[in-house]
């Protein structure tokens, strides 16, 4: 089992299934739209503008699971994201990360790759998992790393 056996729905009410990214690295991200790490939009942004092409694709996740920090419905929520930061990478329907409600993807994340001392726990928005092009979890980034600080991570990620 890997990233690419499972499926999202998208901001529209799309369902999308993963496998479609198949070959391409991922970042997925749980995302807030009224958080205080929230200005990573840009950076998140910057890094999908200037790797798309080369193979990266940024997978953001809205969730309201922390502080209500998403409390807006999906139309709110692109439209915050377009306006603000421009965001042209996907944008998922708003899922939870933690709990029996959880996604599959993010049981999924959460176990390949936990957190400090083991922990599976999502503990805030933008935690972020660098997915390799055959679906595996290769790393997880804690939400106050910035886009920026992973970028050599990705280009490592992208040449193999």
Same mark, same amino acid.
Request: net charge negative; with cysteine.
């Given at each position: 089992?890997? @990233?690419?056996?499972?499926?999202?729905?998208?901001?529209?009410?799309?369902?999308?299934?993963?496998?479609?990214?198949?070959?391409?690295?991922?970042?997925? @991200?749980?995302? #807030?739209?009224?958080?205080?790490?929230?200005?990573?939009? *840009?950076?998140? *942004?910057? !890094?999908?503008?200037?790797?798309?092409?080369?193979?990266?694709? @940024?997978?953001?996740?809205?969730?309201?699971?922390?502080?209500?920090?998403?409390?807006?419905?999906?139309?709110?929520?692109? #439209?915050?994201?377009?306006?603000?930061?421009?965001?042209?990478?996907?944008?998922? #329907?708003? @899922?939870?990360?933690?709990?029996?409600?959880?996604?599959?993807? %993010?049981?999924?994340?959460?176990?390949?790759?936990?957190?400090?001392?083991?922990?599976?726990?999502?503990? %805030?928005?933008?935690?972020?998992?660098?997915?390799?092009?055959?679906?595996?979890? !290769?790393?997880?980034?804690?939400?106050?790393?910035?886009?920026?600080?992973? #970028?050599?991570?990705? *280009?490592?990620?992208?040449?193999?």
């Amino acid at each position: 089992m890997n @990233v690419f056996d499972f499926q999202a729905t998208s901001l529209d009410g799309e369902p999308v299934d993963l496998a479609q990214y198949r070959g391409k690295i991922l970042l997925v @991200v749980n995302t #807030a739209s009224k958080c205080g790490f929230t200005p990573q939009y *840009e950076g998140l *942004e910057a !890094l999908y503008r200037e790797l798309h092409g080369r193979g990266l694709e @940024v997978l953001g996740f809205p969730c309201n699971q922390f502080g209500s920090q998403e409390p807006g419905s999906e139309a709110d929520i692109g #439209a915050f994201c377009k306006k603000n930061y421009g965001v042209s990478f996907p944008m998922f #329907a708003k @899922v939870d990360v933690n709990g029996d409600a959880a996604h599959p993807l %993010w049981k999924y994340l959460k176990n390949a790759a936990p957190g400090v001392l083991g922990t599976e726990g999502i503990k %805030w928005n933008f935690t972020k998992f660098l997915v390799g092009r055959d679906g595996t979890v !290769l790393h997880r980034y804690a939400p106050q790393t910035k886009p920026q600080d992973i #970028a050599g991570d990705i *280009e490592r990620a992208l040449q193999q």
